[in-house]
């Protein structure tokens, strides 16, 4: 796929306002610090497109792109930052859930992973409740570039046998890094292939 346009729309404090659902849709979240703003700006080829921080958790609302004219991408607020209040983090998981839930024309939700890391008792969690309530969503291991290649082969594989143990099929998984622009190609593809998919097949959202 090949970014012709991509442009700020708006950014809702809840699902309820975000841009009417009338075109494919493709989400971003994970834990803060994962690199997520990162790998937006590294896909669309755009370099302060979603705003980076220092400060993990600034996300705190659901900014919506869109993109080539024809679909949105969806950056959300990341999950389980510790150094905000429990209230705080509270209205977050509200705020991702029902709009994951509620959101008709969301398509497809990539779940970012730090792939520097072992699996995480967080992302887990969150992956497993993805399957649970029937959303469609790949996984999305970041930062490799910070390893040796070798060793995200191994983290990689060692990810996937922790969810061999409770999933039979495992989801899209692609490895990814916004410093060498690896992985964002794959993602695009994807979503292209999807978007002519739901036009051959004249899915409607309004439906």
Not at 10 to 26: R, V
Not at 30 to 45: D, E, P, Q, T
Not at 157 to 180: F, G, I, N, Q, R
Request: glycine share 4%.
């Amino acid at each position: 796929m090949v970014i012709k346009t991509a442009n700020f729309v708006k950014s809702s404090g809840k699902w309820q306002d975000c841009p009417e659902p009338t075109i494919p849709e493709y989400a971003f979240i994970g834990r803060s610090n994962v690199g997520k703003s990162s790998l937006i700006n590294a896909m669309m080829n755009h370099k302060d497109l979603a705003k980076t921080s220092q400060t993990p958790g600034k996300t705190q609302l659901i900014n919506h792109f869109l993109v080539n004219e024809n679909w949105y991408l969806t950056d959300l607020p990341g999950y389980g930052y510790a150094k905000v209040s429990k209230s705080i983090r509270k209205d977050f998981e509200k705020l991702i859930t029902n709009y994951i839930l509620n959101r008709r024309n969301l398509v497809n939700l990539f779940v970012l992973v730090d792939v520097r890391h072992t699996p995480q008792k967080i992302d887990l969690e969150f992956i497993q409740w993805c399957g649970e309530s029937g959303v469609p969503f790949s996984i999305v291991f970041t930062k490799a570039d910070k390893l040796k290649p070798n060793v995200v082969i191994q983290n990689v594989e060692h990810y996937k046998a922790e969810l061999h143990k409770t999933w039979e099929d495992l989801p899209e998984l692609y490895v990814t890094s916004a410093e060498k622009k690896e992985g964002c190609e794959e993602i695009l593809n994807f979503i292209e292939k999807t978007n002519d998919f739901l036009i051959l097949n004249n899915v409607n959202f309004d439906e």
